[in-house]
């Protein structure tokens, strides 16, 4: 069973950067797809980003797009997501998701196809 687990969120300034963390445990990490999603209070749960088995492919939500970058160190059993450029609008709790696909090229932003998730990690972006 594939555990994950979050870390690097909090407060910071607009403008400001942020690391998360997806640290992976359970099973080897080489054959899932990881998602990076959010939900904001009042919202509903969107995809930001998201990595290939292979790693070599990506995608991200239009809203994040050249802000930020997502990362996979299957070595470690780690994916992150350097998130530059904050904005107020990207509060949120953030969750790491995992999935596995056939195909090792394949990324999604549709959260009902990922099947073991993260409790997620507060970002508050505030001045």
């Known amino acids: 069973q594939l555990q994950l687990v979050e870390s690097g969120g909090g407060l910071v300034q607009p403008g400001g950067s942020l690391r998360l963390s997806c640290a992976t445990s359970?099973?080897?990490?080489?054959?899932?797809?990881i998602g990076w999603f959010r939900q904001a209070p009042g919202k509903e749960r969107e995809g930001v980003s998201c990595?290939?088995?292979?790693?070599?492919?990506?995608t991200y939500a239009d809203s994040v797009k050249g802000r930020f970058t997502i990362s996979r160190d299957d070595a470690k059993n780690t994916v992150y997501l350097q998130m530059n450029s904050l904005k107020p609008e990207d509060t949120a709790v953030y969750y790491c998701?995992?999935?596995?696909?056939?195909?090792?090229?394949?990324?999604?932003?549709?959260?009902?196809?990922?099947?073991?998730w993260g409790k997620g990690t507060q970002i508050t972006v505030s001045s």
């Open positions: 990595i290939s088995s292979n790693g070599g492919s990506t």
């Open positions: 998701a995992a999935t596995f696909f056939y195909s090792s090229d394949y990324v999604t932003l549709n959260y009902p196809a990922f099947d073991y």
């Open positions: 359970g099973t080897t990490l080489d054959y899932y797809t």
